[in-house]
């Protein structure tokens, strides 16, 4: 696996765990009354950039966005955002098609 992947791959599984470990935590101060909009607020934007590095780490891997998530209209991923995942992550040079 090329490095960068494998760095990507690295930080999809540590903050997997991390957003279980949140959530869960979340959950217990919700238990006890705890719960502030600051820590619901990190999990929220935890969770949206875990979605968004999932979805380029699958597109780079070779799936297509059909196999990866079917979203609603109204929860469409940030294109941009996926764009400049793949241009940080991704480790072979960028080809130009002489023939266009």
Not at 2 to 15: C, E, G, Q, S, V
Not at 54 to 80: C, F, V, W
Request: aromatic residues 8%; proline residues 4%; glycine residues 4%.
């Amino acid at each position: 696996m090329r490095p960068k992947m494998k760095k990507l791959k690295h930080w999809l599984i540590t903050n997997g765990t991390e957003i279980r470990e949140t959530r869960k935590a979340l959950k217990e101060a919700q238990r006890n009354n705890k719960a502030t909009w600051k820590f619901q607020g990190s999990l929220i934007s935890m969770k949206f950039s875990y979605r968004h590095h999932h979805i380029a780490y699958s597109e780079m891997k070779g799936r297509t966005r059909d196999q990866i998530e079917r979203p609603r209209e109204d929860n469409l991923p940030n294109e941009d955002y996926i764009r400049e995942i793949k241009e940080k992550y991704w480790d072979e040079p960028k080809t130009i098609c002489a023939s266009a």
